[in-house]
């Protein structure tokens, strides 16, 4: 099968054909029928992450939002027996830990990271292999259209789980998201559809156009806005209840929380760069004396998946209005390196392997 395989931190990957993966006992092997490229793709192909432990290693398969039919099934798996279309969560939970029995499969202790370490091979490939299958894995309707199953990869359930599960936003209150790429924009569409006041705050005025057609209520340049949160509050009348630093810089990090109301939540969804390295400055007399809450994100335990496409199938959220670009398993390389610069805009997404 044709896969991409990381080699050499920053250069293009190997297009390269490798035996297709076996399967475990207790696994499935997924056709892919779409793959989206995320910005995490891009911190693993920069190689980040080493001050956390976190550098994926160089002969990796990368790809992590994949969506597909399962073409076999290990002998342990009996709630599929193969041909069935699913949706594949990055972060693989074992089924068995207390995190998941209790429904936080994504901070599993013993799970793997789809796409970034090598007991898991990722899905820029023709098929990916998916560990206990019976719990990762969820059924897809035939309605759903693969680019739409895959935009919701790990951005729109990271985003959703942000927003609902951590931050348990209200209709009518205001959500300041910083970073409008793939999980921003998700944040923006999901808040929106469940009733919240979005300003969406970027630096690129496309950008924050589209942010409005998907429902942003108001936008913030942050290019053009010398005190960003104080814009904010004049917005919100006095600051939002909930902020999502979806980026991972120092600047939209502090911003984030420096424009929340007393008793607001902060939700960190960005990861840091090598110019932050994992530790990021923040105002936490400030934090303390207004009673705000900060609260990291890990995408969504895979059984949170039936809840997104529910509203999905309903037509109440549409992951697939975020998609503006279907490329090849060869032009991988190219949309990650136009990352370097934030050159793309919503979701892309790899249809032809």
């Known amino acids: 099968m044709r896969a991409a395989v990381l080699h050499e931190y920053g250069e293009p990957l190997a297009i390269e054909s490798i035996a297709p993966p076996d399967v475990e006992n207790h696994g499935a092997v997924v056709a892919v029928e779409a793959c989206g490229i995320c910005r995490s793709d891009w911190h693993a192909w920069q190689g980040h992450g080493e001050w956390a432990d976190d550098k994926v290693p160089r002969g990796q398969i990368l790809g992590h939002e994949p969506v597909g039919r399962i073409v076999e099934t290990g002998d342990h798996v009996t709630p599929f027996e193969g041909g069935e279309r699913v949706a594949v969560p990055f ?30 091979p990722g899905a820029f490939a023709e098929r990916v292999h998916v560990p206990h299958a019976a719990y990762n894995l969820t059924a897809l309707g035939e309605g759903v259209a693969p680019v739409d199953a895959a935009a919701l990869g790990c951005r729109y359930v990271t985003a959703f789980n942000a927003l609902v599960r951590r931050a348990d936003i209200a209709a009518g209150e205001w959500v300041a998201v910083f970073g409008c790429g793939g999980v921003g924009l998700s944040a923006v569409q999901i808040a929106n559809a469940l009733g919240a006041r979005v300003v969406a705050v970027d630096v690129d005025n496309a950008t924050l156009d589209l942010a409005s057609e998907i429902g942003a209520t108001e936008t913030v340049n942050g290019a053009e806005t010398n005190d960003v949160p104080g814009a904010i509050a004049a917005l919100t009348d006095g600051g939002a209840h909930v902020t999502i630093d979806a980026l991972g810089r120092q600047e939209t990090c502090r911003d984030a929380v420096e424009s929340l109301q007393r008793r607001g939540r902060h939700v960190q969804v960005g990861l ?43 037509d109440v959220l549409d992951p697939g209005r975020l998609v503006t670009r279907e490329v090849g398993l060869d032009d991988v390389s190219d949309r990650l390196a136009a990352m370097d610069e934030y050159e793309t805009r919503g979701i892309e997404v790899v249809t032809e392997l």
Do not use: K
């Not at 972060?91 to 898991?120: I, K, M, Q, S, Y």
């Not at 990021?280 to 705000?292: K, N, Q, V, Y």
């Not at 895979?302 to 309903?314: K, Q």
């Open 91 to 120: 972060n693989l939970g074992c089924g068995d830990c207390g995190a998941c029995v209790t429904g936080h499969g994504n901070v599993c202790p013993d799970d793997r990271a789809l796409g970034f370490e090598p007991a898991a």
């Open 272 to 314: 840091t760069t090598d110019a932050e390295r994992g530790e990021i400055a923040l105002p936490t007399d400030a934090i303390a004396r207004g009673e705000i809450d900060f609260l990291g994100v890990r995408g969504l335990s895979p059984t949170g998946y039936d809840e997104v496409l529910r509203l999905v199938e309903s």
